[in-house]
C-alpha cells in the first residue's frame, strides 16, 4: 500500500505540467530562431538603407551586379542614380541596385585569404 502512494496514480499520469513544458519549449525555440535569423537579417537591412541614404555624388559604389563605378548624379523623381563606369561612359541605375561602397569592397578582398 505504501509502495502505490509513493509511485503515484497508476498509468503514471503527469498532472498539469507536461502542457506546460511543451509550451515552454516552444516558447524558446521561436526564440532562438529570432535571435540567430530574423534579427540579423533586419539589421542588415537597416544598415544597408541607412548606406543607401547617406550616398553622396562622387562615391565610388558597386552595384549589385559587381559593376564598379562613380556616381555622378542623383534623380530622385524616379529614384535612379547616375555613375560614371569609366571615363565618358555612364549608366543610369536603380538607387537600390547599389551594393556596397568601393572602399568597403576593396578592404573584403584584401582581407580573403590567398589560395
Do not use: C
Not at 549608366?91 to 589560395?115: D, G, V
Request: glycine residues 12%; proline residues 3%.
Amino acid at each position: 500500500m505504501l509502495n502505490i502512494l509513493l509511485m503515484g496514480a497508476p498509468g503514471g499520469a503527469q498532472g498539469g505540467n507536461g502542457g506546460m513544458v511543451q509550451l515552454l519549449f516552444f516558447g524558446g525555440m521561436i526564440l532562438v530562431m529570432w535571435l540567430f535569423m530574423i534579427r540579423p537579417q533586419t539589421k542588415k537591412a537597416k544598415a544597408q538603407k541607412d548606406f543607401i541614404s547617406n550616398l553622396r555624388e562622387g562615391d565610388k559604389v558597386v552595384t549589385i551586379a559587381g559593376i564598379h563605378g562613380k556616381i555622378n548624379k542623383f534623380f530622385p523623381e524616379n529614384n535612379t542614380v547616375k555613375i560614371e563606369v569609366s571615363a565618358g561612359t555612364y549608366l543610369t541605375i536603380e538607387r537600390s541596385a547599389i551594393s556596397m561602397e568601393y572602399t568597403a569592397a576593396q578592404q573584403k578582398a584584401a582581407e580573403a585569404p590567398a589560395k
